[in-house]
């Protein structure tokens, strides 16, 4: 894992739609605009940052695989993924870097069964409920420690 290297942003199933799902629980920024913010903040640090979306488990865990040795740390907003999917909480250890995970939403405050997250355990820290500034706060803790 490269010191001081690129921190990966990935985010999951139906956060292409960033901006016009749901506005009232999501916020109006779109999900460029959020790669956007994350850009800022790792440069705020001389950092770089890499960024994938997928709608796809699958696409999401093989871009995970590919991170190992070439990324210092990850932030991963896994949406749906993220209160059902052992697959991508075991291919998240695999890169062997620190992790984020960001939710917009106050994931707690919602739904019982988004209360569950399977990538919580191996995260080093959970954002949620900070909007997209999560996405920042996660990129300017990631710089500090990787
Ligand atoms: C995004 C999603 O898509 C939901 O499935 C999660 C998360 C919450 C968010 O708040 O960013 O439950």
Known sequence: MPEKGPILV?????????????????????LSDVV??????AARHGREIESFQSNSEGALID????ARGAVSAIVINPGGLTHTSV?????????????????????????????????SAIASGVVCG???????????RLAQIT
Do not use: W
């Open 130 to 140: 900070l909007g997209v500034y999560g996405y920042v706060a996660a990129i300017e």
């Open 10 to 30: 990935l985010n999951g199933p139906n956060l292409n739609m960033l901006g016009t799902r749901q506005p009232e629980v999501y916020g109006r920024e779109t």
């Open 87 to 119: 697959a991508l909480r075991d291919a998240l250890v695999i890169p062997e870097v620190p992790i984020i995970e960001v939710h917009i939403s106050n994931v707690h405050a919602r739904e019982e069964f988004r209360h569950r997250s399977f990538v």
């Open 36 to 41: 956007e913010l994350c850009k800022d903040a």
């Open 63 to 66: 871009r995970i695989h590919q």
